[in-house]
T-cell receptor, first 111, second 114 residues
Framework: NAGVTQTPKFQVLKTGQSMTLQCAQD?????MSWYRQDPGMGLRLIHY???????DQGEVPNGYNVSRSTTEDFPLRLLSAAPSQTSVYFC??????????FGAGTRLSVL | QQQVKQSPQSLIVQKGGISIINCAYE??????FPWYQQFPGKGPALLIA?????SEKKEGRFTISFNKSAKQFSLHIMDSQPGDSATYFC?????????????FGQGTRLTINP
């Protein structure tokens, strides 16, 4: 049982480059979300989705886009990377009893 | 503005001791309070959770104490072990309809010295 799978694990970008962080879950969960983790800031919600075709903004959405074409996948897109987006990104899906299952994270550096 | 405030930022406890991490909130609409444990290089994982209709929940060596009137809740780790060394996050979720998003505290890096 894979759970929540994130790729890549590490990525280095130059300012202005674009990229997509991939997230897939095999638990048939409707709710999925993206967080960023920064020292002293905890986990902050970027975007979330309550089901295929439905997405909404979280606490820190600027500079990020998402889409949800299938239940399984919830990619996060950085259109023009900035140094302020250097962070560790976590994807999560929520199952029964409100338990959120997190992926292992993507460590992103923007130079 | 941090909706859930967590302290301390870091904590060092001797093996066998009690580790205590505290969280405070303002939003009275919160009705679910989980704690997550995160090991280096891994994603957070649910450790234990409580709802405000009880004042305490215990699972093994881990206990959540909840004070609804003070809007505070805390995690107690009894007989702390080196394997408990990790970052701990408290969180809260508002009741009602909609997406019921989780908001997290800032995290506490716990180190258990052998």
């Amino acid at each position: 049982n894979a759970g929540v799978t994130q790729t890549p694990k590490f990525q280095v970008l130059k300012t202005g480059q674009s990229m997509t962080l991939q997230c897939a879950q095999d638990m048939n969960h409707e709710y999925m979300s993206w967080y960023r983790q920064d020292p002293g800031m905890g986990l902050r919600l970027i975007h979330y989705s309550v089901g295929a075709g439905i997405t909404d903004q979280g606490e820190v959405p600027n500079g990020y886009n998402v889409s949800r074409s299938t239940t399984e996948d919830f990619p996060l897109r950085l259109l023009s990377a900035a140094p302020s987006q250097t962070s560790v990104y976590f994807c999560a899906s929520r199952g029964a009893r409100n338990i959120q299952y997190f992926g292992a994270g993507t460590r992103l550096s923007v130079l | 503005q941090q909706q859930v405030k967590q302290s301390p930022q870091s904590l060092i406890v001797q093996k066998g001791g009690i580790s205590i991490i505290n969280c405070a909130y303002e939003n009275t609409a919160f009705d679910y309070f989980p704690w997550y444990q995160q090991f280096p290089g891994k994603g957070p994982a649910l450790l234990i959770a409580i709802r405000p209709d009880v004042s305490e929940k215990k699972e093994g060596r881990f206990t959540i104490s909840f004070n609804k009137s003070a809007k505070q809740f805390s995690l107690h780790i009894m007989d702390s072990q080196p394997g408990d060394s990790a970052t701990y996050f408290c969180a809260a979720r508002a009741r009602g309809g909609g997406a019921q998003k989780l908001v997290f505290g800032q995290g506490t890096r716990l180190t258990i010295n052998p």
